[in-house]
């Protein structure tokens, strides 16, 4: 499975978008400062994921969420208790 996650970083607010094959362990790397692109924004919270089989349908989700205004606008709706 293929995962996209979106975080949300506690020192700033802002949002993190990526997709991985193991959820877990690279929510772990982000929290431990291992990803160089968001090291200088933890500690982390998982705000929100979705599961896909082929690998491009993940990439293709994530490329929307991070270049698509009306993408991320419908899931910031979607999460709006956790999205502020």
């Known amino acids: 499975m293929f995962y996209v996650y979106v975080l949300k970083s506690e020192r700033d607010g802002r949002l993190y978008t990526g ?7 690279r929510f772990s790397e982000h929290n431990k400062k291992l ?14 994921y979705e599961a896909y089989r082929p690998q491009i349908d993940a990439k293709l989700r994530e490329k929307r969420l991070k270049l698509s205004a009306g993408a991320r606008t419908a899931l910031k709706r979607r999460l709006t208790n956790s999205v502020r």
């Open 35 to 48: 990803s160089q692109s968001t090291k200088y924004r933890t500690p982390f919270e998982l705000l929100y």
């Open 19 to 25: 997709y991985t094959t193991d959820l877990r362990r």
